[in-house]
């Protein structure tokens, strides 16, 4: 294929993707996060629900450096479809770009916050705290639910293998142990 095919070419290489990322979404929109884990059910909410999901990809991906380039891929998918979201509620054109830019940023300190408090030390329900409840402290019992499933669902996507995962083939909610 010719250079100019390729810069001009229809084929979006990044929807190899696609499977992982909605498997992601669909893993975010479990209603025990919501119910049990009391994350309110707002768009807020379900982005900073789904970004802690992806983040907990972003993490056990980041062990495979062949996958990098279907890492941005992976993070393409999530750009598009947030600013698809955002058009979606009448966010105009003129500052689509910032909101995703923000969107972007915050991606960026959840998956630095995540890894930190899961493989640095750092503590798991602080970040939670922060980055799902926006400082608003639940009930003990829900912070305590999503720091623990949170936590096994990253043990077992560390189990996973990483050609399952790029597939969308993620972790079942019924194999994690609470």
Not at 81 to 97: A, E, N, S, T, Y
Not at 148 to 156: C, E, F, G, N, V
Request: avoid cysteine; glycine fraction near 8%.
């Amino acid at each position: 294929m010719s250079f100019f095919n390729k810069i001009f070419s229809r084929e979006k290489p990044n929807l190899e993707m696609r499977p992982l990322y909605e498997a992601i979404v669909r893993e975010g929109r479990q209603l025990a996060w919501y119910e049990e884990g009391q994350v309110p059910d707002s768009l807020d909410g379900r982005f900073d629900m789904i970004a802690a999901i992806f983040s907990m990809v972003m993490i056990r991906l980041e062990k495979d450096q062949q996958l990098e380039q279907k890492v941005a891929w992976l993070t393409e998918i999530f750009i598009s479809d947030m600013d698809r979201q955002l058009r979606q509620i009448g966010i105009g054109d003129m500052i689509v770009g910032k909101h995703v830019g923000r969107m972007m940023g915050a991606l960026g300190g959840r998956v630095g916050a995540y890894r930190e408090a899961l493989q640095g030390g750092a503590d798991l329900e602080d970040a939670i705290l922060r980055n799902i409840f926006r400082g608003e402290k639940p009930d003990d019992s829900a912070l305590t639910f999503i720091a623990q499933r949170l936590s096994a669902y990253h043990t077992a996507l560390q189990a996973h293998d990483s050609n399952k995962i790029v597939t969308g083939n993620l972790p079942e909610n019924g194999s994690i142990a609470q």
